[in-house]
């Protein structure tokens, strides 16, 4: 029997769908898991549109628990790799048009039959969100390097452990190591000391990210992506591998080279 | 071992059970049955009386250890005094101690003293009728004396809250960007301030 990942944040616009689709396609891209992909986003779905498999949806997931089709006909393969499916989530309705105990029995039928079900997790802690934990076994918290983003982060953990979760784990993402080394962001111990919670990875601030989305293929099967890389690491350390955190040193400058050059160390 | 449950003695005209209430009372009908039947012919017959040395017993379950003592063929004896001792129930405890990090949106509220093991995130916040020390950062809102006692403090391994609240008067953190404190602090009222200083003054 397989497991069911939550990914949640709290806060919009961090990175959960991003982080669904690069970690769903980097199980089936790397260790050749059977993975479904919930989009829990009811009434702003785009998971699909991330993983460019929006002009293929002829069912959803209302549709799926209305009893509108069978859950099989409902779910998309993916364009590259055969293990992997989508459940897209409803346009047109909102997220009243599910409950709890339905999502419960979604996941429980689908992790009969996946290694892995990732529910994309909407923003906020209403209704949407308590549907898309509903039927998860882990939790992955995502954030951004932001006051803001981490405080939310800090009152979904909160719930989720009231909710029974265990240990959920964190992902950082947008890391900017420029920016971190001006002192200009919060760095990974300002974030780990508050949340205190494990660290699943940290992906850095990336344009191929908004490349790959644009394109409909996740950064995780893109050699040249460094956040594509870091997606990769995460996806081993799921399975249970011991990856250590990659270096987010920044390339010297040309002018730091160049003292380097005359012996001048770069001040650190 | 303190003294036991059940205690049954054999008198001239019968029998005494001597009860101390501490389990429930399936367990303690279990214990006088095995008692019996351990004594063998010893208990039976004759009268038996009941006397409740500790906590109490309802008149249902004085009726259900009635019918059983009958089949044991024993007359349980109701003129005897019910002898009660029965323990108030312990006052509120004056300090909560609590093992755990308060996370963003959890509050707590109690009417005594708090004590937190662990840290007080930001969005976090606690409120005590009486003293708030954290064992570890505190980093949200702290309200001591909410009821309007000006002596209570707000004391934390490393204080660097949000906001802090002693009876009345709110305090906050000077704007931008604060050292974090690098030993443990105490804030107090003093002529209506709040006043910080490291905790090894006190
Ligand atoms: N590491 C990154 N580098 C650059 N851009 C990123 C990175 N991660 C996410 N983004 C961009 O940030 C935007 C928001 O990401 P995404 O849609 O994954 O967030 P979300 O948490 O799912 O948002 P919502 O709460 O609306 O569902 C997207 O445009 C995405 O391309
Ligand atoms: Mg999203």
């Known amino acids: ?268 | 071992m303190s003294q036991k449950m059940v205690v049954i003695k054999g008198t001239r005209d019968g029998i005494s059970i001597i009860l101390r209430r501490r389990s429930d009372f399936e367990t303690i009908k279990n214990t006088i049955l095995e008692k019996l039947q351990k004594g063998g012919d010893f208990f039976k017959g004759g009268e038996a009386r009941l006397l409740v040395k500790e906590g109490h017993i309802s008149q249902e379950e004085m009726e259900q250890l009635e019918t059983m003592l009958k089949e044991y063929g024993l007359n349980l004896k109701k003129d005897h005094p019910l002898y009660t001792i029965s323990f108030p129930t312990p006052p509120l405890p004056e300090t909560l101690i609590l093992k755990k990090t308060l996370r963003s949106g959890q509050r707590i509220s109690y009417g005594g003293n708090v004590v937190i093991i662990g840290d007080v995130n930001p969005g976090g916040e606690v409120i005590a009728k009486g003293d708030i020390l954290v064992f570890g950062a505190l980093r949200g809102m702290a309200h001591a004396g909410a009821e309007g006692d000006a002596n209570s403090i707000v004391a934390a391994y490393r204080l660097q809250p949000t906001q802090l609240r002693i009876a009345g008067v709110i305090a906050r953190p000077p704007e931008g960007k604060s050292a974090v404190p690098q030993v443990p602090e105490v804030a107090r009222l003093k002529d209506g301030v709040i006043e910080i200083e490291p905790y090894y003054l006190l």
Not at chain 1, 63 to 80: E, H, P, S, Y
Not at chain 1, 198 to 224: M, Q
């Open chain 1, 1 to 268: 029997m397989g497991q069911v990942i939550v990914i949640t944040s709290g806060k919009g616009g961090v990175g959960k769908t991003t982080t669904t689709a690069n970690i769903g396609t980097g199980l089936a891209l790397l260790k050749h898991r059977k993975v479904v992909m919930i989009d829990a986003d009811i009434g702003l779905r785009n998971l699909d549109v991330v993983m460019g498999l929006e002009n293929r949806i002829v069912y959803d997931l209302v549709d799926v628990v209305q009893g509108v089709c069978r859950l099989k006909q409902a779910l998309i393969r993916d364009k590259r790799f055969e293990n992997l499916y989508l459940l897209p989530a409803a346009q047109t309705k909102d997220k009243t048009a599910v409950s709890p105990e339905q999502m419960k029995n979604l996941c429980g039928q689908l992790k009969e039959e996946f290694d892995y079900v990732l529910v994309d997790c909407p923003a906020g802690i209403e209704q949407g969100f308590k549907n898309a934990i509903a039927g998860a076994d882990r939790a992955i918290i995502v954030t951004t390097p932001e006051v803001s983003a981490v405080r939310d982060a800090d009152r979904v953990i909160g719930l989720l452990e009231a909710a029974g979760f265990e240990e959920p784990q964190l992902i950082i993402n947008r890391i900017r190591p420029d920016m971190v080394k001006r002192g200009d962001m919060m760095d990974i111990d300002d974030i780990i000391d508050i949340l205190a919670i494990d660290l699943l990875g940290v992906i850095p601030e990336d344009e191929r990210i908004v490349i790959s989305t644009n394109r409909g293929e996740p950064a995780v099967a893109d050699e040249s992506s460094k956040a594509g890389q870091a997606y990769r690491n995460v996806t081993l350390r799921l399975e249970g591998e011991n990856v250590p955190l990659m270096s987010l040193d920044v390339e010297p400058t040309l002018m730091e080279r160049i003292k380097m050059l005359f012996g001048l160390r770069a001040k650190k």
